[in-house]
């Protein structure tokens, strides 16, 4: 598990608290059960900092879901 959060992120924030780390949860945790190999890595910038707008990523390295199931 990598992470990578911003100097600028403030440390605290409003939000619906449940929901955010309900997200989070369930990102990480399907990140987490389908990479067998490699890495999860969450990453947190600013995007805006008048508006606070919080951009937040995961990504893996694990299985991914196959092109041909989008269509």
Request: glycine letters at 6%; hydrophobic letters at 40%.
């Amino acid at each position: 598990m990598i992470s990578e959060i911003d100097d600028d992120v403030p440390k605290m924030f409003c939000s619906e608290p449940r929901r955010f780390k309900q997200i989070l949860i369930n990102l990480i945790g399907n990140s987490i059960k389908f990479t067998f190999k490699g890495y999860v890595k969450l990453t947190i910038k600013v995007l805006n900092k008048e508006k606070n707008y919080l951009k937040v990523s995961v990504v893996d390295t694990g299985l991914g879901i196959k092109k041909d199931s989008f269509s």
